[in-house]
């Protein structure tokens, strides 16, 4: 005979009349219903704060490593182009600027780079508005540290 048969046959009760007789289903505590619903919403807030803080941090991160690469980018593009000699001309001789205003005007708005700025004022903007929601959303992000990191 196998072991296995031999064990469970030696360990089997002797009094089968009494095997089936408290078959009542236990009751479950109070309130645990309200427990698990309670762990169930707690769960999903921590999920959700999770995911607001991995996005804002994602998110700064990017828009801070951009805002100075754009930045750098606009310097060098006004550099490039020549504003700073209308400017220079304008402000230099203000009877002329006064007489040729539309031309100079014009010229400057010309040779703007706007490319980099707005690529310069999105990071900016980007970089501020993620900021701000962070500061704004701090409670929450700095309790989900708490709970988890400390």
Do not use: C
């Not at 998110?59 to 606009?74: A, D, K, N």
């Not at 310069?120 to 900021?131: E, P, Q």
């Amino acid at each position: 005979m196998h072991p296995f048969i031999v064990l469970v046959y030696r360990d089997m009760r002797k009094d089968y009349e009494k095997l089936f007789t408290n078959l009542d289903p236990k009751k479950p505590p109070r309130g645990l219903f309200d427990r698990i619903i309670l762990a169930i919403k707690q769960e999903q807030e921590l999920r959700h704060t999770k995911r607001l803080l991995f996005g804002f941090l994602s998110l700064l991160l990017i828009s801070l490593v951009v805002t100075p690469i754009s930045g750098v980018m606009l310097v060098s593009q006004i550099e490039n182009s020549g504003i700073s000699y209308f400017i220079s001309t304008a402000i230099s001789d203000l009877g002329t600027f006064f007489v040729l205003w539309q031309d100079f005007s014009l010229a400057i708005v010309e040779s703007l780079p706007i490319g980099g700025i707005m690529a310069f004022l999105l990071s900016l903007a980007v970089s501020v508005f993620t900021l701000r929601l962070f500061l704004h959303k701090k409670r929450l992000l700095l309790g989900y540290l708490k709970q988890n990191f400390a």
